[in-house]
């Protein structure tokens, strides 16, 4: 059985910094993409970032840019996300998710096949 398992969030003030983990298990998805996408309170799940399957391409959406970093670690089957300077718009469930097949980032969240369980950040202003 495949599982997504995030770690790391909480409850930060803005400014502050976090990192966010998602720990895979049941299969390797070395060569596979993977990516972070979030979802505020009233609002659909949007893009955070993506990575290729081998961490050397990444995408991120626009309201992060400069302050988001995602990595990976194939020996580990983990996926991170680094946040600095947080802001209050940055409040959200963070979810993780994996795609079966593709090797290259997508921004789609119907694109991918495996999803974490969530993990809520909360940025106090």
């Known amino acids: 059985q495949v599982q997504l398992v995030e770690s790391g969030g909480g409850l930060v003030q803005a400014g502050g910094s976090l990192r966010l983990s998602c720990a895979a298990s049941?299969?390797?998805?070395?060569?596979?993409?993977m990516a972070w996408f979030r979802q505020a309170p009233g609002k659909g799940r949007d893009i955070v970032a993506t990575?290729?399957?081998?961490?050397?391409?990444?995408y991120y959406g626009d309201s992060v840019k400069g302050r988001f970093t995602i990595s990976r670690d194939n020996a580990k089957n983990t996926v991170y996300l680094q946040m600095n300077s947080l802001k209050s718009e940055d409040t959200a469930v963070y979810y993780c998710?994996?795609?079966?097949?593709?090797?290259?980032?997508?921004?789609?969240?119907?694109?991918?096949?495996?999803w974490g369980q969530g993990t809520q950040v909360t940025v106090s202003s």
């Open positions: 998710a994996a795609a079966r097949y593709l090797a290259s980032g997508r921004t789609n969240s119907q694109d991918y096949d495996y």
């Open positions: 049941g299969r390797s998805f070395s060569g596979s993409a």
């Open positions: 990575i290729n399957w081998k961490g050397d391409n990444t």
